[in-house]
C-alpha cells in the first residue's frame, strides 16, 4: 500500500476562520512534508518532518502551523489565512528523510480562502 | 542550490505518437532526478528516479528517461502515447545541500486524436 490520505479534499474558509488539514499513511515512513501549489506552478515546500520533529521550515507564515502527532499523521493549522493563501495542498511521505527518497503523494486538498 | 529547467510549457502530441519531454539540470555532483506526473486536481505520480547506475531508466506506464551528464539532461520518452496520457509533468532534482525536492516548472501533455 502507497497510499497518502487527505482529508478534506476541498474547504473553503473565511479570513477570521481556524481550520485544520490532515494527512495520514500507514506505510511506516519518516519524514512528512506539506507541499503549497498555486495554479500552473510546481509545489512549493513547506514544511518537512523527520522522525515527528520538524525538520525544515520555508519561511512560512506563522498562520500556517503544522503539527505531527505520531508517525503516521500530519496535520496543517490554519488560522487568519489571506485569500493568496488559496492553493492545493499537498502532503506526501518518504521512507526516510533524504532527498534521494522517493516521496509519495497525497491527492491534496483544495482550499479557498474568502 | 540546485534548479530545473523544463524549457516546455506545452506540448501536444497526436494519440500513438511518440513523446519526448525536456529536462535540464544544475548541480555539481550526480543528482538525484525525479519524473513525477499529476493529472488535473490530483497529487503527484512517481514515474521513475535516476540516482546511479544504468543511464537509461525504466518507470511506470511505459515511460522511460535516460540519464546524460554531458548535456545535464534527464529526458523522458514514451514511444506510444495514449490519450490517459494528458497531465503536467514535473521533473525534479533532490538538492542535498537543502535537503529538499526542486521541481521544474512542468510542461503540460495534451494528447489529440
Known amino acids: 500500500d502507497t497510499e497518502v490520505t487527505q482529508t478534506p479534499k476541498h474547504l473553503v474558509m473565511g479570513m477570521t476562520n481556524k481550520k485544520s488539514l490532515k494527512c495520514e499513511q500507514h506505510?511506516?515512513?519518516?519524514?512528512m512534508y506539506w507541499y503549497k501549489q498555486k495554479a500552473k506552478k510546481p509545489p512549493e515546500l513547506m514544511f518537512v518532518?523527520?522522525?515527528?520533529?520538524?525538520?525544515i521550515n520555508e519561511s512560512v507564515p506563522s498562520r500556517f502551523s503544522p503539527e505531527c502527532p505520531n508517525s503516521s499523521l500530519l496535520n496543517l493549522h490554519l488560522h487568519a489565512l489571506q485569500p493568496e493563501d488559496s492553493a492545493l495542498y499537498l502532503c506526501?511521505?518518504?521512507?526516510?528523510?533524504?532527498?534521494?527518497?522517493?516521496?509519495?503523494f497525497g491527492p491534496g486538498t483544495r482550499l479557498l480562502v474568502l | 542550490a540546485q534548479s530545473v529547467t523544463q524549457p516546455d510549457i506545452h506540448i501536444t502530441v497526436s494519440e500513438g505518437a511518440s513523446l519526448e519531454l525536456r529536462c535540464n539540470y544544475s548541480?555539481?555532483?550526480?543528482?538525484?532526478l525525479f519524473w513525477y506526473v499529476q493529472s488535473p486536481g490530483q497529487g503527484l505520480q512517481l514515474l521513475l528516479k535516476?540516482?546511479?547506475?544504468?543511464?537509461l531508466v525504466q518507470g511506470i506506464k511505459g515511460f522511460e528517461a535516460e540519464f546524460k551528464r554531458s548535456q545535464s539532461s534527464f529526458n523522458l520518452r514514451k514511444p506510444s502515447v495514449h490519450w490517459s496520457d494528458a497531465a503536467e509533468y514535473f521533473c525534479?532534482?533532490?538538492?542535498?545541500?537543502?535537503?529538499?525536492?526542486?521541481f521544474g516548472t512542468g510542461t503540460r501533455l495534451l494528447v489529440s486524436p
Open positions: 518532518y523527520s522522525y515527528e520533529k520538524l525538520s
Open positions: 506526501a511521505s518518504s521512507q526516510t528523510p533524504g532527498t534521494q527518497e522517493t516521496q509519495y
Open positions: 506505510m511506516g515512513h519518516r519524514a
Open positions: 535516476y540516482f546511479s547506475g544504468d543511464t
Open positions: 525534479a532534482v533532490g538538492d542535498t545541500g537543502f535537503q529538499k525536492l526542486v
Open positions: 548541480y555539481g555532483a550526480t543528482p538525484y
